[in-house]
């Protein structure tokens, strides 16, 4: 691990000194992108080869954990069939007691297809992409884990009747956990070609989990809801899919007491929990 005698609470500076050590070339006047917390910074580059690549920096007080680890783990071992942009650096570091890990990725190819992860009008993909996205899902679910790595535990799914009382009692024991992309919204899908984007929090979660994430967000544009339940009938008509339809519910309830998006999309969970929650 490398030392750099930069500001390390300075992030755009850290950015830079990425640029610098991993050969890549800055372009002038884009801005760089925050992320949750100003924990990350990321924008475009010129790659040492000279085609267009994004370079993402995150910071950390340790240099550990799921957050940490996901991209490279992701790059490692999820096969050819997931669509995503390839990972071509990964450089760690660390600067008075802050540790920072860069990212160069692959430009992503496709268009992003919504700037939020909730959904507000119909995307505009083909019927060839709806398939593409349910292989790619299927691909992601057949990935091998690393020991350890998880979207959730059932220590927390047992606790989400404190969001959704109806479940109060009920049996949430989850009988099939797979392997699962942990935040297959609108905003890390891309057309033309797919792509899925963001693979931070990737591990196991309850089967259906991705399909249940993507249906959640869907809810506003019922016509777009509709086809997510249709084409992904398989995995949330099951006993653990309508379970991990519940625990995303609860997600969006719990972070609704903390940001608008969520709180706008809290009605939409409320009624799907009516849905399915035990009578």
Same mark, same amino acid.
């Given at each position: 691990?490398?030392?750099?005698?930069?500001?390390?609470?300075?992030?755009?500076?850290?950015?830079?000194?990425?640029?610098?050590?991993?050969?890549?070339?800055? #372009? @002038? +006047?884009?801005?760089?992108?925050?992320?949750?917390? $100003?924990? =990350?910074?990321?924008?475009?580059?010129? *790659?040492?080869?000279?085609?267009?690549?994004?370079?993402?920096?995150?910071?950390?007080?340790?240099?550990?954990?799921?957050?940490?680890?996901?991209?490279?783990?992701?790059?490692?071992?999820?096969?050819?069939?997931?669509?995503?942009?390839?990972?071509?650096?990964?450089?760690?570091?660390?600067?008075?007691?802050?540790?920072?890990?860069?990212?160069?990725?692959?430009?992503?190819?496709?268009?992003?297809?919504?700037?939020?992860?909730?959904?507000?009008?119909?995307?505009?993909?083909?019927?060839?992409?709806?398939?593409?996205?349910?292989?790619?899902?299927?691909?992601?679910?057949?990935?091998?884990?690393?020991?350890?790595?998880?979207?959730?535990?059932?220590?927390?799914?047992?606790? #989400? @009747? +404190?969001?959704?009382?109806?479940?109060?009692?009920? $049996?949430? =024991?989850?009988?099939?956990?797979?392997? *699962?992309?942990?935040?297959?919204?609108?905003?890390?899908?891309?057309?033309?070609?797919?792509?899925?984007?963001?693979?931070?929090?990737?591990?196991?979660?309850?089967?259906?989990?991705?399909?249940?994430?993507?249906?959640?967000?869907?809810?506003?544009?019922?016509?777009?809801?509709?086809?997510?339940?249709?084409?992904?009938?398989?995995?949330?008509?099951?006993?653990?899919?309508?379970?991990?339809?519940?625990?995303?519910?609860?997600?969006?309830?719990?972070?609704?007491?903390?940001?608008?998006?969520?709180?706008?999309?809290?009605?939409?969970?409320?009624?799907?929990?009516?849905?399915?929650?035990?009578?």
């Amino acid at each position: 691990m490398n030392s750099s005698t930069r500001n390390p609470h300075d992030l755009t500076a850290q950015w830079h000194h990425a640029v610098e050590y991993l050969g890549a070339t800055a #372009i @002038p +006047g884009i801005a760089l992108h925050s992320g949750v917390g $100003d924990r =990350t910074l990321s924008g475009p580059v010129k *790659a040492p080869t000279g085609g267009e690549a994004w370079l993402r920096v995150m910071s950390s007080p340790r240099p550990e954990g799921k957050i940490w680890e996901g991209a490279t783990l992701a790059e490692e071992v999820l096969s050819d069939d997931v669509p995503r942009p390839r990972l071509l650096a990964d450089y760690t570091w660390s600067a008075d007691g802050v540790y920072f890990r860069a990212h160069l990725w692959e430009r992503a190819r496709g268009r992003t297809l919504s700037d939020s992860p909730v959904l507000t009008s119909p995307p505009e993909v083909s019927d060839d992409w709806w398939r593409s996205l349910r292989a790619a899902a299927n691909a992601v679910g057949r990935a091998s884990l690393p020991p350890g790595r998880e979207v959730m535990t059932q220590a927390f799914i047992n606790r #989400i @009747p +404190g969001f959704l009382p109806e479940l109060e009692g009920a $049996d949430l =024991t989850v009988g099939d956990w797979r392997t *699962a992309h942990g935040d297959l919204h609108w905003a890390n899908l891309t057309a033309n070609p797919l792509q899925l984007l963001d693979w931070e929090g990737w591990g196991a979660a309850p089967a259906g989990y991705d399909a249940a994430v993507l249906l959640a967000y869907s809810l506003p544009v019922p016509s777009v809801s509709e086809r997510v339940r249709k084409e992904f009938a398989a995995e949330l008509v099951t006993l653990t899919g309508r379970l991990a339809q519940l625990v995303i519910c609860a997600e969006i309830i719990q972070a609704s007491e903390r940001d608008d998006l969520h709180a706008r999309l809290r009605p939409y969970a409320e009624n799907l929990v009516a849905e399915l929650a035990p009578q």
